[in-house]
């Protein structure tokens, strides 16, 4: 007797759709993020300028992406307050974020490609000069303009990230961070390690290690109006 086939066809698992599903997902949430790391963020440079912003404009666009960002003080007084910490001769030195800024403009400078050519890699990731705002209520921003070259094509991101110091000691909380207008997650210390990477650049810099040393000394700080007030031990 001849076999009888079976002639329904067989459907998707479910695994298979779940699958798809999740792929689908994932290509979506990229193409997310990538359009968002392409929408350049608005600055302002005080907490005043941003709500006379939003209220000349009380509904916010879709991408009306913003941050603060630090002025450079033009005064020198960022020299004798350096010198203090570095040397740990003040129990207590206070920066304001012009002061900072006039001392990473001093110090730092946009990185270049070390290779070019055909023997340069094809994704380049060269960190700017650091840039800082203060503000009690909002907490600090640290901004650091990024230029980026894949294969050849070149782009520039302004890497934002917000947070605040915990009381009574010197440890820094990552609230926020961010690519031009894309999230990146911070979890699970994942912000804290993107943020290092991109430092790494700065590492072997005198200043960059000297900075550190100083820090093993700060034993509190706090925010104060637009001032950063560091207790050294």
Known sequence: MPAIKNTEEQGPSVGGVLLCAVIVALIGALLGFLFLASVSPTSFKSVADLQAYLEKNPEPKLLDISYFEGGISRARSWEQKRDALLNGSETTVEFTAGELNAWMSSNFRNSSPAVSGEDAPAIVILPGVPNFFIDEKEGLFFNLPTNLTIYGSAHHC???????????????????????????????????????A?????????????????????????????TIRLKLR
């Open 158 to 196: 302004m890497i934002v990230v917000k947070g605040h110091f915990n009381p009574a000691q010197p440890e820094f909380t990552m609230d926020a961070l961010h690519a031009n207008g894309a999230a990146i997650p911070i979890l699970s210390g994942l912000g804290d390690q993107f943020v290092g």
């Open 198 to 226: 991109l430092l790494q650049v700065y590492s072997q810099t005198d200043e960059f290690v000297a900075f550190q040393a100083a820090w093993e000394k700060v034993e509190t700080v706090e925010i104060v109006g637009d």
